[in-house]
């Protein structure tokens, strides 16, 4: 199936479902909540199967390393990482759940999620994140068994640069959540988690005020900071196909910027997935 | 029903953690400590050293006198009259530890000097 090339803003991005091969892991036994809410930035409730949260984890500098969505599932919770490896994190919450009898399992064979447009949705047999995307046209549906579909690396970058998704530049431990589109995650109320004190330093002495951006040029412009009449644009990914992400000052405001001759379109991603 | 689950399915690989024989040092005024707090409690009580998932670095310690647990896969160390014991799974991070006791108004109580630590946070009671 094709999509429509004007509806996502690109033409490199002409898979309509598409398979998000990065890893997902299950966590079983009791106690799960708990042992994820204890290295997150915001706190896991327990929810009934089906519900979706998500969670932040950042290294000890308050940088972030991951952003999974959790399902909550009557098996455990399901992590869909946006790490392009098992991420390490998973040591320390297999230490905790083992001293309850739970485990932690790679969870890659069984689940598999799907970008797809949301007219185009079929609730199924799945679970489905609604309305994400930089214009929110949208889903990640889960599913239990792989689906067969194109799940290369590269289709998935150049849509998650033309929708505002996360990827492996995001997410080496470069970067604050509040930075990348996570701040809504970050919830000081949760306590003590790898980097709060950095966070709670930052919200009481100099909060946040970048932000994610999607650029858009026709020009390759190489990752770097560019200094233009209203402020800093810093671009964290490369170009692909016409769109990279940047981290932009408050100065800087979505529109139109022409930067020594080159036009860069700039809009905001509120809420990155 | 949920995603994973019913009959005959089966998921790889369970994360698991190095297990290795823990060796600890305890300071003489961190014995004096556990013998006077563990004063009132029976010789069946033991304190309980943990890692915890958790803290500004990664981690927490957990100290809890508790009855001795009846389940395996705890180690046991002796230290006077009195028994430490530590979960394998926690062994690795705690293997080397070095237990101390500061009787001081600011900071004071058990202090843990952590060999495996790459860092730890202000308050010493997170390492990573």
Do not use: W
Not at chain 1, 202 to 231: A, H, W
Not at chain 1, 255 to 273: C, N, P, Q, W, Y
């Amino acid at each position: 199936m094709r999509t429509d090339p004007a509806a996502v803003g690109s033409r490199s991005v002409d898979v309509m479902n598409l398979e998000d091969s990065r890893p997902t892991t299950l966590l079983e036994g009791d106690g799960t909540e708990e042992a994820l809410s204890s290295i997150s930035t915001i706190k896991i409730e327990s929810r009934p199967s089906g519900a979706i949260s998500r969670a932040v984890i950042c290294n000890p500098v308050g940088k972030t390393i991951d952003a999974p969505y959790v399902i909550h599932d009557d098996a455990g919770l399901i992590l869909l990482h946006l790490s392009r490896e098992k991420p390490d994190y998973l040591t320390s919450i297999a230490r905790n759940l083992s001293k309850t009898g739970g485990t932690v399992r790679d969870a890659s064979q069984i689940i598999s999620r799907v970008f797809e447009q949301e007219r185009d949705l079929d609730d199924g047999d799945s679970i489905v994140v609604r309305k994400i995307g930089i214009e929110g046209n949208y889903c990640i549906k889960i599913s239990s068994g792989r689906r067969g579909l194109e799940s290369s690396e590269q289709s998935f970058h150049n849509f998650a640069l033309s929708q505002g998704g996360l990827t492996y530049h995001h997410l080496r431990g470069n970067y604050l959540p509040q930075e990348i589109g996570l701040a809504e995650f970050v919830k000081l109320q949760n306590g003590c988690y790898p980097g709060q004190e950095i966070h709670a330093r930052l919200d009481s002495r100099n909060p946040i005020t970048k932000r994610l951006v999607r650029v858009r040029c026709d020009v390759n412009i190489e990752k770097k900071r560019l200094v233009t009449e209203d402020g800093k644009l810093k671009i964290i990914t490369p170009f692909l196909d016409d769109f990279a992400h940047a981290i932009a000052d408050k100065g800087v405001l979505d529109g139109r910027i022409d930067h020594r001759g080159t036009i860069l379109e700039v809009k905001t991603i509120h809420s990155a997935f | 029903m949920g995603l994973i689950g019913g009959s005959g399915l089966g998921l790889p690989m369970a994360v698991e953690v190095e297990i290795v024989k823990v060796e600890i040092d305890v300071t003489d005024a961190a014995k004096l400590a556990i013998e006077k707090s563990m004063s009132e409690d029976g010789d069946g009580s033991v304190l309980v050293i943990s890692a915890e998932s958790g803290g500004c670095s990664g981690y927490l310690y957990d100290m809890k006198i508790v009855d001795k647990p009846d389940e395996e896969g705890y180690q046991s160390i002796s230290v006077g009259e009195r028994t430490i014991m530590i979960h394998d799974r926690d062994s690795d991070l705690l293997n080397g530890i070095v237990l101390d006791y500061k009787d001081t108004l600011m900071g004071g109580g058990f202090q843990i000097s952590n060999p495996n630590a790459d860092r730890s946070c202000g308050c010493g009671q997170s390492f990573g």
